[in-house]
């Protein structure tokens, strides 16, 4: 089992930014993929960013590149998500997925770990 707490979330301007952090506990954190999703009010889970394991690959969508930053620190058991620029329509609960293998993955079927989730939200 591996236990996922977000963090950081909370109420920011629109331009402004935030870091969000989530900690994992449980089995060995560096053998997982993580990844970040959100959740808008009547909106589908989407997909915001991936880091793999083992050599630190990352990838977002389209629509997140060149705003959003995913990283990780192994020693720290930690996951990160770095938001810039945001935007009201980044409004939404943030959630951290973990799943074990190599690469990324971009569908929420595919993670087996969620945390409880974060909210941001970005006002005009």
């Known amino acids: 089992q591996v236990q996922l707490v977000e963090s950081g979330g909370g109420l920011v301007q629109a331009g402004g930014s935030l870091r969000l952090s989530c900690a994992a506990s449980?089995?060995?954190?560096?053998?997982?993929?993580m990844g970040w999703f959100r959740q808008a009010p009547g909106k589908k889970r989407e997909f915001v960013a991936a880091v793999s394991w083992d050599v630190g690959h990352t990838y977002y969508p389209d629509s997140m590149k060149g705003r959003f930053t995913i990283s990780r620190d192994n020693a720290k058991n930690t996951v990160y998500l770095q938001m810039n620029i945001l935007k009201p329509e980044d409004t939404a609960v943030y959630y951290c997925a973990a799943r074990s293998g190599y690469g990324y993955y971009t569908t929420e079927n595919e993670y087996d770990y969620w945390g409880q989730g974060t909210q941001v939200t970005v006002s005009s």
């Open positions: 449980g089995r060995t954190f560096s053998n997982y993929v």
